[in-house]
């Protein structure tokens, strides 16, 4: 028996096999958007291959003793390893940190730290060149801060001269930046969590970078506002807040920042037994119930600054480091802050410099009517 199908149904069942097709295909997308980069801590025991052929900074061994010259100058000491200096293609300069074997941090951090500077380009964090990873020996191969940090200039024991309020300005400026672009430039969003004065490098021009990533975290697509970690820092910087509870958010930046903007106001130590207050914040606030802001400025400054912008910028130091991390700027409302420290100084700066010219010519005035006779 033959079965005749109405055309009417004919169209009708090839209409559902059209929409059967278009939702398998919405289904299967052809690109995919949104997904975070892998995390800086991953499963695997090397750094990525994929990440080696893109970048092609890795070094052997041999070729890290080269341009360290068989490590002959040291340039510092940290929880990693010696840092030595050295030449990349014989003129280039590079500083070379090279994982010691009783190293705190360890191969974990070494990794933690590659993995996240192969992947974020700002002009206020140090920039790695290479690194390698060769038999258990381990280097970071950085670009080369000739100025060393921020710590070493502001405690005056090494003939340097005294950083001006200015310059101590835009150097937090610099760092602020920084921080900015790890909190929302990156993708996923990054935590520092060792901000502190030595992990602020200076280059020649005094520009300032952020260093020293082994201990940063990342929040990957689909977490909170914050996530729990084991605490991680240095006492001082460490924001108390994250340490009682071990959840890690970008505001526990934002107090160690606060804590380098203190240093730089007042050039004091972060934990001082000696003192009234051992902890930086309690000593300032101490200071300021009493009045005396002349007692909390770097006495080296000898009153060369405006006090308009010193006001403003102990503000936003005290509001970062308020120990309530709700009650905290985020690093762009910090950025806006210090360039109204900046312009504020920089007016004060411009009217000086009027009066001062002012002065000069009306000495020149009267030098010119003394030394000639007067008409007869």
């Known amino acids: 028996m033959i079965f005749v199908i109405p055309a009417s149904a004919v169209v009708i069942i090839l209409v559902v096999l059209v929409l059967m097709c278009m939702c398998r295909k919405k289904k299967t997308p052809t690109h995919i958007e949104g997904v975070p980069p892998s995390p800086i801590l991953s499963t695997s025991s090397s750094i990525s291959e994929e990440s080696i052929k893109m970048k092609k ?31 990349l293609n014989g003129s280039e300069e590079v500083a070379v ?27 206020n964090l140090v920039s790695l060149v290479g ?8 280097a970071l191969i950085y670009e080369y801060m000739s100025n060393v940090d921020l710590k070493h200039h ?5 003939d340097i001269s005294v950083l001006k ?7 937090a400026l610099d760092a602020a930046l920084g921080l900015e672009y790890l909190h929302i430039g990156c993708r996923p969003s990054m935590v520092h969590r060792d901000v502190k004065s030595t992990n602020i ?22 977490d909170e506002s914050h996530i729990s970690t084991v605490v991680a820092g240095t006492p001082g910087y460490l924001d108390p807040e994250y340490y009682r509870t071990g959840r ?4 526990s930046d934002v107090y160690s920042f606060g804590i380098v903007l203190l240093e730089i106001l007042t050039n004091q130590r972060v934990i001082d037994q000696n003192r009234e207050k051992p902890h930086i914040t309690e000593w300032v606030a101490f200071v300021l119930n009493r009045g005396d802001i002349a007692r909390i400025m770097d006495p ?4 060369d600054y405006d006090s308009t912008s010193v006001w403003k910028a102990l503000e936003l130091a005290m509001s970062c480091a308020n120990p309530s991390s709700q009650r905290r700027p985020n690093m762009s409302q910090v950025i806006s802050g210090l360039k109204e420290c900046l312009t504020s100084e920089n007016l004060m700066r411009s009217k000086k410099q009027d009066v001062d010219s002012d002065s000069s010519l009306e000495m020149t005035i009267n030098f010119d009517t003394n030394v000639f006779p007067s008409a007869r």
Request: aromatic share 12%.
């Open 57 to 87: 900074k890795k070094f052997t061994y041999s070729e890290v003793t080269k341009m360290t010259n068989n490590f002959q100058t040291a340039l510092g000491e940290g929880g990693f390893g010696i840092v030595y200096h050295g030449y």
């Open 97 to 123: 940190k090279v994982l010691s074997q009783s190293s705190s941090q360890g191969y974990k951090h070494f990794k933690a730290e590659v993995e996240l500077l192969l992947r974020v380009h700002h002009i």
């Open 131 to 138: 690194y390698c990873d060769e038999r258990g020996h381990l």
């Open 154 to 158: 502001l405690s005056g024991k090494h």
């Open 165 to 171: 309020w200015s310059t101590r300005l835009r150097i």
């Open 201 to 222: 490098l200076l280059d020649q021009q005094l520009t300032a970078k952020i260093a020293d990533f082994g201990l940063s975290r990342s929040f990957q697509l689909g």
């Open 248 to 251: 890690l958010a970008e505001m």
């Open 300 to 303: 080296s400054l000898r009153g």
